[in-house]
């Protein structure tokens, strides 16, 4: 049997040929699921990621954060899972399917499988490289990041096509820019990652991770950062480099995640799941009662 988790992951393969990545070497990875849900089978799809995050949380599997979206395509769902290596994608899908096994039984565990894809429209599989070094206000070690994504309740996300072979030109520019943000007091972290496989080359992700809505307003803008004359070139090598992007606003699901420890430990009333209330025993007095008669339809 192939667990949903494997089949997630199997896909990413077939993209290596049109869309190799410039680096191959060790580093951190985002393992991304991407799941457009029917609006009419959005609970039933819940409740299906609730399942999964239990019997992986109970079997030592998996760990995955989930995002659905707020303002975008609707109805769609991002499972991540951070990984060290591609090696590590496999340990990942073997201990998915493990834990699910494990929990439900083989039998149970195809069915939910079978389930799960009958909620679903589409889905997509992704590789991203995160990319520290174009990144902003980058946390300076492992539990400073936990911290900041453990407290993060929205992230807005834009996507950015480059053009063929203007990569390194694109890179550049951002560089400066973000070196700029550095220096600016009131500059917000901004998260890159570039695709790596599952997808069309030359695609960045620029996330701003924030407690809320309201952590978008009065941020410096990038002309504040740059100045007028820095930002003209700016636009300038934007219009030279980019394509087009795209940007969106995710909400984050601790109910439907499995969190790494690390994220459990740096915000454990968000991301530590709350045992359900066990049902109070009923009164013996009420327990005994008789049930009320039917009301007579002749009176």
């Known amino acids: 049997m192939r667990s949903p988790r494997a089949l997630w992951v199997a896909a990413l393969a077939a993209a290596t040929l049109l869309a190799a990545p410039s680096s191959r070497g060790q580093g951190n990875y985002l393992d991304v699921y991407v799941a457009k849900v029917k609006p009419e089978k959005i609970s039933a ?33 991002y499972f991540i899972s951070q990984r060290a290596d591609y090696a590590d994608i496999d340990k990942g899908s073997d201990a998915f399917a493990t834990a699910l096994t494990k929990a439900l039984g083989e039998q149970g565990a195809e069915k939910l499988e079978t389930d799960w894809f009958s909620t679903v429209i589409s889905a997509r599989t992704e590789i991203r490289k995160r990319r520290t070094d174009l990144s902003r206000k980058m946390p300076a070690d492992a539990a400073a990041y936990a911290k900041l994504i453990g407290t993060s309740r929205i992230l807005r996300s834009t996507v950015v096509h480059v053009r063929p072979g203007r990569a390194t030109d694109f890179e550049s520019w951002l560089k400066e820019a973000n070196e700029a943000g550095n220096r600016n007091k009131d500059a917000q972290p901004l998260l890159v990652s570039a695709l790596a496989d599952g997808g069309a080359g030359g695609t960045y992700y620029l996330s701003s991770p924030r407690a809320g809505l309201a952590g978008f307003d009065n ?81």
């Open 219 to 299: 941020n410096p803008t990038l002309r504040d950062i740059l100045g007028d004359e820095n930002f003209a070139k700016l636009q300038k090598a934007i219009a030279e480099t980019v394509e087009g992007s795209s940007t969106m606003i995710l909400h984050y699901r601790p109910d439907l995640s499995n969190a790494p420890q690390a994220l459990i430990d740096a915000a454990p009333d968000v991301w530590s799941p709350k045992p359900a209330a066990a049902a109070k025993p009923k009164a013996k007095a009420d327990a005994e009662k008789p049930a009320a008669a039917k009301p007579d339809s002749k009176q």
């Open 45 to 77: 799809a819940e409740a299906i990621i609730k399942k999964m995050a239990d019997a992986n949380r109970r079997n030592h599997g998996d760990t995955w954060v989930v995002l659905d979206t707020l303002y975008g395509e609707l109805g769609t769902y």
